[in-house]
């Protein structure tokens, strides 16, 4: 046993920088653990606002977007779709007046949509997850007196250019309406209403 004696200055230098060292490595590997606790870049998109541009949209056309994984359909309704929507009589629907709880307040009425002329709405048939097929044109064959609509391939549901369902058919609900407003005349934000809320 060595009666050197003790350099102490050397011995709190070493246990200072050790304690550094050791501090700094417990940062680096905070910093990632942390971090995984925020969802992911792609979580994030996945529920995010979609803005869509919808200056192109003629009338007749419909256009689709996704949001949320789902597809969403924006429509430019024509006069006479708008008319049509009017006339059907609210005993062949079954819920006309939108009352069941799947769309935005501002949506309950006789056209669900805050411009008459474009009806946006969540393209997936509210019985058992299918995407209907759009009719321009010749829905009549499907639904009398009826021109243009939604029709469910998978089990036979029918929606008119509102996305209110017919009576008798398996779909029990409206076509759903996402929260949406628009930034300006030619940008809609789908996935938010006027007030930000989801």
Known sequence: ???APVDNSRRRFLTVATSVVGGAGAVAAAVPFIASWNPSARAKSAGAPVEVD???IEPGQLIRVEWRSKPVWIIYRTPEMLKQIASIPADDLKDAASDVEQ????ARNGHRSKKE????AVGICTHLGCSPTYFSEGYEEIVEGVDSGFYCPCHGS????????FSGVPAGK????????FIDDST???GEDSEGAV
């Open 1 to 3: 046993m060595s009666n």
């Open 117 to 120: 002329h474009l009806f946006v």
């Open 158 to 165: 029918k929606f008119d250019m509102a996305g209110r369902v």
């Open 188 to 190: 809609i934000l789908i």
């Open 103 to 106: 769309q935005p307040e501002w």
């Open 174 to 181: 409206n076509l759903q309406v996402p929260p949406y407003y």
């Open 54 to 56: 919808i200056t192109k």
